[in-house]
Every structure is written in C-alpha cells, then in structure tokens.
C-alpha cells in the first residue's frame, strides 16, 4: 500500500529533477507547493501502476517497473533514469513492485504542465536569478497572488487556453499609484480590469449619503470584471490605501483574453443533468425576485453579497448560476472561476426560456 509522507519539498530537492531543473527560482517555488510525498512498503508485491495522471519522481529506494511488453526494469532513487518521472509518453509501466522500501514524490500531471508552459512564456530575460525584470514587464512569478500556484492550476487562469497566455501577458499595462489614488469611482462606466501587482486598497460604496466599507484587497486581488462584465456602470469606489502598482486590461481585452474563455454556458437541459448529478442552483438575484419564481432548491446569493460569501461556499460542489437575463449571473460566474469554483452560466437566464419553463425546471 501506498502511505503518505510529511511533506518536505522545497526548491532546491527538485533542481536535479528533470525538466523541472529547466524552470526558474520563482517558478521552482510554485512547483514545490503542489508536490506530495509518498512511501511504498518493501513487503509490497507486483501490483498495476498506482499513478495515472501524476508525474512522479523516485527520490529514494529501488523499484522494479515493468511494461506490457515483457520488459522490466530497476530504477533507483536519486541517480540515472530516476532523475526523470517514472513514466513517459509511450513507456508507462503497466506494474511496479518496490524492491526496498521507496520514497516518490508526486505531482498531479495537468497542474504541473500548467505551470510549467506559464513559466516557458516569459521572456527569456527574465529567467535568470540575478535579472531583474524591467518596469515595463509582466512577469507573473511576481504577482504574488494572482498568478500563484494554486490561481493558475485550479483558478482563473486554469481555464485560460495556452494560446491566449502571451497575449494576456503583453496586454496588461502596469500603472504606478499613490495612496489616496481613486481606481474606480462608483456610478461611473466601466472600462478596465485591475490586477494588484503591490500595494493595498479599500473598497467602499455610498449608500443613502453614507460611505460604507466593503472589503481591502491586498497584492493579487482583482477588481472591475463586474461592470465590464454586466456592462452595467461600477457599484462601488476602490481607492488606493498605499502607494502601489497595478495591472490593468481594457475592456477589449478582457473580454476577448478572460471573459469568454471563464464563462461556461450551459442550456436548462444540461443544467438540470448537473444539477440531477449533484450541482447546486445559485441564484444571484436579490431575494425578493427568488422567492417569485427561484428554481426550486436554488441557493440564493445576490451578486453584491457574493464576494463575501465565496469563503462559505463548499468547493467541491459545482454551482449553475442564473439570474433574470444572464446579466448578473455572468459576473457571478466569473467570479466563482476566477476563485477556482466550477461554475456554469444559464445562457440568457431564466427569461430566455419563459418564466413558465423556467418554474417547471
């Protein structure tokens, strides 16, 4: 049996790992955040490869792999073909035995060419650990929270197809503020997405004459997708809190590069087969239109409360959004995406189908 380990990766153990030792310093870090370890027991016979899916790297210990071919081979940890994953395109063992007790370390496949096709497209330049990128760059290691390992493998930019990563990378301009710098003024219209490079802002909205605070965002916080999304005017005013930079899109951009590639549309037909198959109804309308023709068993979260309520949302629950017209319910879709829930869009909203259908539902 398989019997989980501490985990105790950093850096430096995965340099002489192949290809990982291609990758730069920051990038090495991201890498070290998604590994887990694993111990096979040497009393173990011959049992069917136990990985699929995985990249995985013998660090100590001597296992016998072998293939459907009537080949074998003993690989041992720390040394020759071990300094590779244990299985390649075209060669993965059918079963393995441990001949010693066997020590591995363990990726998830699809995060870890994530991150490494992230860290392939910035600039050559930038990759040595004495260079520092220029002002003008985008690089992403250095977006400490958007662009962090878990955003970029199970988040936002998971989504994103390989394609559009360089031009989303050239896209963004990075803007210099002060403290007490407004971004984003309530009621006015809506014509950028913001990414906090550094620095700290606050969130507020007027209400009946009065300034209430909503939230602070800190470096890797994202803020504008709503009005650009709902191409409605902005709800709230965010000013800078410190000096600090920030990563802008203009709205083009961001619809073609972000928005299109995050929203998954679904019709009431697969809606209702995902939702039969343990998805949730969320409706992000406010409570007064939900409890009018809401789909039955419809959790209700209204898109201005939906921020705050993301930290109580289970994430191994899929969620269908819908709201009237789909207006809404794309903000709040993207949203869930960009925080790494899935999350599917009614297309058209309820009115699409007719509130009649839309009840029966």
């Known amino acids: 049996m398989t019997v989980p380990t501490a985990p105790s990766v950093t850096p430096e153990s995965l340099r002489h ?26 009393e173990l016979d011959d049992m069917p490869y136990p990985w699929p899916h995985q990249v995985v790297y013998l660090l100590h210990g001597e296992l016998k792999l072998g293939y459907a071919q009537g080949m074998s081979k003993v690989v041992v940890g720390g ?3 071990a300094l590779a994953p244990l299985a390649s ?22 995060a870890l060419d994530i991150l490494v096709t992230w860290d392939q497209m910035v600039p050559a330049h930038q990759h040595g650990n004495d260079v520092q990128p220029s002002s003008a760059a985008t690089d992403w290691r250095n977006m400490s929270g958007l662009f962090d390992a878990q955003r970029l493998t199970f988040g936002t930019f998971s989504s994103l197809p390989p394609a559009h990563i360089e031009s989303l990378l050239a896209s963004f301009e990075r803007q210099t503020v002060k403290a007490g710098d407004v971004i984003v003024r309530q009621n006015e219209p809506g014509d950028f997405y913001y ?8 969130v507020t909205r007027s209400v009946a004459g009065a300034s209430i605070d909503l939230a602070e965002l800190k470096a890797g916080d994202a803020f504008g997708e709503e009005a650009l999304i709902a191409e409605t005017c902005r709800n709230a005013t965010v000013a800078m809190k410190t000096d600090g930079v920030l990563l802008r ?16 549309y679904v019709d009431m037909n697969q809606a209702k087969g995902r939702v039969a198959a343990g998805a949730v109804w969320l409706d992000v309308r406010f409570p007064v239109e939900c409890r009018h023709d809401g789909l039955p068993g419809a959790l209700n979260i209204p898109l201005n409360e939906l921020r705050d309520a993301l930290a109580s949302l289970p994430r191994d629950k899929e969620y269908i959004v819908y709201c009237q017209t789909g207006r809404r319910s794309s903000a709040a879709a993207f949203l869930l995406s960009q925080r790494g829930f899935r999350a599917g869009l009614l297309a058209g909203g309820l009115k699409s189908m007719g509130c009649v259908e839309g009840l029966a539902a």
């Open 17 to 42: 790992l192949s290809p990982l030792g291609n990758l730069g310093a920051d990038a090495l870090a991201q890498v070290a955040s998604l590994a887990h370890n694993q111990r096979l027991d040497r």
């Open 89 to 110: 395109v075209g060669m993965e063992p059918s079963h393995i035995r441990p001949i010693t007790q066997a020590d591995l370390l363990c990726f998830d496949e699809n």
């Open 79 to 81: 040394s020759g073909t």
């Open 249 to 264: 899109l203009n709205s083009a951009d961001f619809t073609r590069l972000l928005r299109e590639p995050l929203l998954h």
């Open 195 to 202: 990414v906090i490079e550094r620095g700290r802002a606050q």
